[in-house]
């Protein structure tokens, strides 16, 4: 079944007199419990893409239904409910408040859920899970880079998502914590997470089932792993 149906998607960002088509009309389905991985040069619409399957921004025209829902007709807290429920994201920036601690960091996402979970139990596991149990009380500016994303995978899995969206997730990490990054997300992955990922990078790329190459905007390939 279906996690992801897109049809005939199409984005432009309009600022002024300028028109900047950065998705032109791509259509695929992703299935529960697939590893995609994203691929292409800069500028070709990845972060586009993903903003949009995350449901962090619009399409302008075509389809895009989660979950058999269609994202054109979900309100903003409906919008909010299905990030915050069943979606995990993991982006570049990683986004992790500052002179908080790392536990209280991954911690935030449960502060809005409706899962009746022991919070502080919760995010020591998700923490656990990424090899930080060692680090709950540094704050995140005192932490490695490897060591904040790690933060932010456990940020992201903590109110046990269905998806997670990863962009560059390993982009400015060494290969071996970038290895490090990729083994988590996997191990994800085989417990029936689905997991869409996108990077610049091939060898990480071949941890996914299948990798989706666009170019301005296009599908150019669409194809399993061997
Ligand atoms: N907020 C925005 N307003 C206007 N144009 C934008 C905006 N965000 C992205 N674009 C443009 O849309 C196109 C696609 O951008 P996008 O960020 O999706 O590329 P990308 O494939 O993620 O690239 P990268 O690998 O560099 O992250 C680019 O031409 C970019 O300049
Ligand atoms: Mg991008």
Redesign the pocket.
């Known amino acids: 079944m279906s996690l992801i149906e897109v049809k005939n998607l199409d984005?432009t960002?309009?600022?002024g007199e300028?028109e900047?088509?950065?998705?032109k009309g791509v259509s695929f389905n992703i299935n529960k419990g697939e590893f995609v991985a994203i691929m292409?040069?800069?500028?070709?619409?990845?972060?586009?893409?993903?903003?949009i399957l995350g449901l962090l921004d619009k399409a302008t025209s075509g389809e895009y239904f989660f979950d058999d829902q269609n994202a054109k007709y979900l309100n903003d807290n409906e919008l909010a409910f299905l990030r915050n429920e069943k979606m995990g994201f993991v982006f570049q920036a990683f986004n992790l408040l500052p002179r908080t601690t790392v536990l209280d960091n991954v911690k935030l996402p449960l502060t809005y859920s409706k899962k009746e979970f022991d919070h502080n139990e919760k995010a020591k596991k998700a923490l656990a899970d990424v090899e930080l149990s060692n680090r709950l009380d540094y704050y995140t500016n005192e932490i490695s880079g490897g060591e904040k994303q790690r933060v932010a995978i456990a940020r992201a899995l903590v109110n046990d998502p269905s998806i997670i969206f990863a962009?560059?997730p390993t982009g400015n990490l060494d290969s071996k914590t970038g290895k490090q990054i990729i083994n988590i997300l996997q191990k994800l992955n085989e417990t029936g997470n689905t997991i869409i990922l996108?990077t610049?990078d091939k060898e990480i790329a071949k941890h996914a089932n299948r990798i989706i190459h666009?170019k301005d905007?296009l599908i150019i390939s669409d194809e399993p792993v061997e």
């Open positions: 984005k960002y309009y600022s300028i900047t088509p950065a998705v292409g040069p800069s500028g070709s619409g990845k972060s586009t893409l993903m903003h962009d560059e996108v610049h666009l905007g």
